[in-house]
């Protein structure tokens, strides 16, 4: 679903097509933020076979490139809205065109990435499964690709973000921060941040490159967690 499309108004900006990706492991926490939203939300149910947070935004971004839309919105069953519901956070988005990411003073738990990011980075790591560090990495590529331009906007909207540890302590998620770290620090020099340019260290290494499964780098991951990979996007 995206946004419903109305005419504007006279010096109103049109409002943008959008998605907004849930994924979640704790079903109340689920209930919880959808009965504050008022936006338009496509779930991503890890509740029984655990595809990860990484690949839920990477389902996010490639349902928005393939039909068209605009922004895809990162959302986290964290966050709890105020009486708009998310939809300040929408027209947010459409007084800010130019912007790359538009993030809220939830920062991770609830941004939107213009598809121009994907055009020019391509999608998350999914070596950095189920969640953890794909943020960091991502981030790091936006910064390269766009280094010159308006790329990370702040809004302040009605929104909080409760704490995301009882749901991760219920779902029995434990990812393996150690090997996630080392992958990092092999792909960028530094943990966080990083010191090159380009992938490995290798200028022949376009920012959307990551190691495959299979591939000697590569970290393991269940076939859920293969879903760029998978689709050969």
Known sequence: MTTTKKKPKANEPAPPSYLAVLPFMHRPYFDACMATSKINVRPVDNTVTNAGCTVAWNMGLKWAMDEGIDWCIWMSAAVRFGERGGLDFIEALAANPHAHVVESQARGHFLAVHRRVT???????????????????????????????????????????????????????????????AYYRAKWGTCPGGMWAHPFNDPSLPLSWWAPPGHHLALPRPRAGQFIAVEGA
């Open 119 to 181: 055009e020019r980075i391509g999608y998350c790591d999914e070596n950095f499964w189920p969640s953890y560090y794909q943020d960091t990495d991502w981030a790091r590529r936006v910064w390269l690709a766009f280094p010159d331009e308006i790329v990370w906007k702040r809004v302040e909207i009605g929104i909080r973000s409760e704490s995301l540890a009882h749901g991760i302590q219920i779902a029995g998620l434990r990812p393996d921060l150690v090997s996630m770290e």
